[in-house]
């Protein structure tokens, strides 16, 4: 029998407790879709591709991946269109707890590492046991630990991105950083660019934009989070994490598909950072992208940040310069968002393009717990940038109390000029 | 808010013991794919079309189904290749256990009601929780007890039917019985069509049979057992079924699709009838064929089937004259044969065009765990009945001693005849 029982099996004999879930879309010139699929399963845990001695039943049935679903599409049944047709099908995989650790790596090349490079092939979704699950501490605030921070209960959160993003002393940073949390800017991020860089330095931007959070607060009482940016290697990382939140940092920035899910993991879950960390979705484009190829969005924006401890995930909006479908924005948001065990939910920060007239959208898709995120939105406004940040919150409040942007315009000036310059248009901004 | 937080979700916020899941194939020219799969969660459980007064929250909470996933299909993320190409996707759908009872046209009902004539959708597959699955008491015999039955151990059984189906009285159905079962033949069948026609009433082709039966038992050492065909309504075919039992009947054959599942689930699950049931597929064609419309083959065959209590399962072979593409006959098998909570596993019977030489592909598909069935392939056979019965079983022997055909056709004049005539190819046949 060439399909082995114990690998080809229904997803109700398995306990769902103890097997990690994939969902692999594939298409290729498959005269056999059932070994097709089967590699997979076995490729990516026990097997090779002679048989070897050492592999005893036991072992197999220990560690052997198992196909539990094999769905052509369309669902053929009786013939195909054409001999030679090229076949399109998910695959439904299940690897067993037992084969994994606590890394998160170990969890991507079990489940999509050498089999991403087998050709047309595209990791969709996982379903994690809570067995497995339990063994990250994810977002150390989320987002009621966030809104606590802010003292800002209910209503989307504004956050703003320093532009320009490189050249600026740490002084100008200060300025720029007092600005926008006068503007009312809830937290504001260092572009995920920005290095260790000698006009600013981490350190010295750090003393600036806090002692600016300060006075924006004694001033106007806008309480606003700064996220630093984190760069250089693993260790260094760290030691600037552990050293920017001893110095009093409000927040952290990480690049978390360039630096990997473990580093952020490792910052996250360690007892000494004591502020959220932002995850910016810089390289995501490496993986997503391809209907054919890759990893999802939902899975490397969502889920996987949320393991990894991201109490806010960036990722581009539906409505800006970036392209992302809308329901792929959603279906992030939802993997941020749903109950998921033990683990916090963290804050969808869809990005890129975002200026007031989009606040709607982004509240009808998402609802309050959202991070509104602007660059140019907020720094290109006719009045500057506290008028930038003011245009936003005053689109934030009009959509909350149900007001239309254009007549909430005829009461407030920042939100009238933003109207009017870039109405509630998708596709522009930055 | 569009997109409610209790119906969007993601597969690790069900508890799995508590959830029926469903996946279903979708195409059209949707605009919002999440909407059209929130449409499929809510309007087969709590919803309407408008808010009803008695929708309250928790009500909601218990009932409403959910929706897990929703894959397209390529995977597009950031851009569709046209704004107006149809789309292709895969929902996954999640029902509360609480909202089924323990009738299988309910569960039909629930998961693909009303939404199966809602356009080009199709449902593939079903994950049924333990606690739902309890419910059924399924196969009263599987492989083991039918094997048991006939003290057969470790090979395929054979099984023929009566060819031709109409006309024969029952001394003629008798004789033809007595041939079949002298050529080695472990199960006979009625022809599906075959009612309780006045030239072979029920009762009198039950007794020639069963006599046939007993005198091939003594002359040749050979048990076969015969599955006569029930029909009528539902009580008459609970009655006969009782009535035949009671006359020492050995197995009984139903056209599940025809007759429904919750008639097969009664009378297998009721204690009087003490004989194996063979689910027939007439009628299948209705649901399954359509790739993109319909009840797949592996559910309406397979789980569906094991569900309802069926001991053997008989569906379209790879290799004969009614279609069905091979890993579609596998995925039958491994619904029919892979551990599933309490249920037994039921014997897969590829059928339709069997003859000799396809042994051992049916072998090598779905190993001893199989019944080998043939109409034309045993009665067509040159030298008569029981020479057809004798060469399928040389063909079974030859395979599971590693032999091949034609090397065993120079022992065996029966299998030599056969394939002469037929060979070992695939689509020639009745």
Known sequence: MPYDPTVFTIRESLDPGEFIFALYYLEGAASDLLRKAGGIAIGQTTGTWVPVSQ?????????VGRVVGVYEIPAYEDRLPSESAERRFLVQAAFPVANFDDQLAALLVMVFGKVSMAG????????????????FAGPKFGIEGVRELLGVERRPLLMSIFKP????????LGDLFFEQARGGVDLVKDDEILPDIESAPFE????????????????????????INLTGSPDAIFAKAQRAVSL???????????????VVRALTSDASIKVPVLAHPA????????PV????????????????????????????????????T????QQLTSPFYHLRRAFPVPSAGIHPGLVPRLIDDFGLDVVINAGGGVHGHPQGTAAGGRAFRQAIEATLVGRSLEDASRDHAELRAAYELWGTRAGVGE
Chains 1, 2 share one sequence.
């Open 55 to 63: 592999e005893t039943p036991e072992l197999r049935r220990t560690h």
């Open 120 to 135: 047309r092939i595209k990791l969709l979704d996982l379903t994690l046991p809570e067995k497995y699950a339990r063994r």
């Open 165 to 172: 993003c490189l050249g600026l002393s740490p002084k100008q």
């Open 204 to 227: 010295a931007r750090l003393e600036a934009c806090l002692q600016a959070a300060a006075r924006a607060k004694s001033e106007t009482g806008q309480r606003t989070l700064y996220a």
């Open 248 to 262: 009093g940092a409000t927040a952290l920035l990480i690049n978390v598909l360039a630096v990997g899910f473990d």
């Open 283 to 290: 390289m995501a484009g490496a993986f997503y992208p391809s």
């Open 293 to 328: 190829q890759g990893i999802s969005s939902e899975l490397v924006l969502g889920k996987l940040v949320r393991l990894a401890g991201g109490d806010l995930s960036l990722f581009p909006s539906a409505y800006g310069t970036v392209p992302l479908l809308r329901e792929r």
């Open 330 to 333: 959603l279906r992030i948001g």
